[in-house]
T-cell receptor, first 112, second 111 residues
Framework: DTAVSQTPKYLVTQMGNDKSIKCEQNLGHDTMYWYKQDSKKFLKIMFSYNNKELIINETVPNRFSPKSPDKAHLNLHINSLELGDSAVYFC???????????FGPGTRLLVL | EDKVVQSPLSLVVHEGDTVTLNCSYEVTNFRSLLWYKQEKKAPTFLFMLTSSGIEKKSGRLSSILDKKELFSILNITATQTGDSAVYLCAVEAGSNYKLTFGKGTLLTVNP
């Protein structure tokens, strides 16, 4: 029944590895987002897709690549992981490009 | 660059107290202001404000927006320990409706 779900919930990996985080929403929303929340709890937008089209691409290293196979899914692939990538990554969705965003439970990534 | 500033950054109160959390912003092409509550996991939506001077209310929580002075407040009356959380303010702005978050206010309500 979960509206916005993410997998995995926790990810512990070594520097230099490549990893993916998956997000799915069953709300019928058109727009999906990836946010990064650092250790100080600061939540910052990374990417946004509307109907599979990239509409927001903030200043994020190109090691991060989002992929939206359909409007219910938005995955995040990270190449060559670095220590500074350790954070909680939240997926969110909204009905359209504006309005209330609903967040997934987060994926806690720890890079060792 | 859009900016959202929340104050205070943290606050400790006793059950039953009333608290006021502040959010000021500087953005280009304001669309809306949203309040979220974040406990251990995902932020959960509280309010969305688009018009000045109209109070939104939900139980003991209420919020109002002043678009002239560029700020919003979130009030919580008769606080309970379950209100302990980080309260996030976010402003939606620009042609791409980007959401910019403040750093949050950590509220701790002691019994």
């Amino acid at each position: 029944d979960t509206a916005v779900s993410q997998t995995p919930k926790y990810l512990v990996t070594q520097m230099g590895n490549d990893k993916s985080i998956k997000c799915e929403q069953n709300l019928g929303h058109d727009t999906m987002y990836w946010y990064k929340q650092d250790s100080k709890k600061f939540l910052k937008i990374m990417f946004s897709y509307n109907n599979k089209e990239l509409i927001i691409n903030e200043t994020v290293p190109n090691r991060f690549s989002p992929k939206s196979p359909d409007k219910a899914h938005l995955n995040l692939h990270i190449n060559s992981l670095e220590l500074g990538d350790s954070a909680v990554y939240f997926c969110a969705s909204s009905l359209s490009r504006w309005g209330t965003q609903y967040f997934g439970p987060g994926t806690r990534l720890l890079v060792l | 660059e859009d900016k959202v500033v929340q104050s205070p950054l943290s606050l400790v109160v006793h059950e039953g107290d009333t608290v006021t959390l502040n959010c000021s912003y500087e953005v280009t092409n304001f669309r809306s202001l949203l309040w979220y509550k974040q406990e251990k996991k995902a932020p959960t939506f509280l309010f969305m404000l688009t018009s000045s001077g109209i109070e939104k209310k939900s139980g003991r929580l209420s919020s109002i927006l002043d678009k002239k002075e560029l700020f919003s407040i979130l009030n919580i009356t008769a606080t309970q320990t379950g209100d302990s959380a980080v309260y996030l303010c976010a402003v939606e702005a620009g042609s791409n409706y980007k959401l910019t978050f403040g750093k949050g206010t950590l509220l701790t309500v002691n019994p």
